[in-house]
């Protein structure tokens, strides 16, 4: 499967022209490959920073697909965004061991502390939150991710910490600084 980063700089104000032209020249790579479809909505996803209804709509006429079987894959897929998500993305394991172990408090602290619902981003762009099922991480339940950085035996009142070591690192630093916490 394609590795899903980003291939140019129009995260922020995108560039709307530019990543199609770089989306067209992928759908062309990938157009005779079979299973295509989940690599080039990944490699799209890492051009625009989530999928807009347009790049949907150029993977569906370029791979020769329905809008609506493009569209339900996207659907299907918990790491596909068709909304655009903030700096840092928030994700909370509900998986067994994380959810007997506190995960849902520790998810609830999360939504109190940043003011914002599961699947929402935060009005400075700066947090995204959604959920997830297991990340091999069940021996030090309950976790969550930030980015790419792993958090175990997470404790709902410090929360708050977690988050705000992100508000100022640029991202990918707290990455490479640590990449696993406990
Ligand atoms: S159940 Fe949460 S990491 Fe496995």
Known sequence: MAESKHLCDCQQQVDEVKC???????????????????????IAQGLFGYLPEVALKRISLGLDKSYSEVAGVVGFYSFFSTVPRGRNLIRVCLGTACYVRGGKQVLEAIKKHLGIDVGQTTPDKLFSLEVARCFGACGLAPAITVNDDVHQRVKSAKVHEIINSYRK????KAARQKRVKS
């Open 169 to 172: 690192v640029p991202k990918g």
């Open 20 to 42: 199609l032209k770089r989306l067209d020249v992928v759908i062309k790579e990938y157009r005779e490959k079979p299973g295509a479809l989940i690599p080039v909505l990944q």
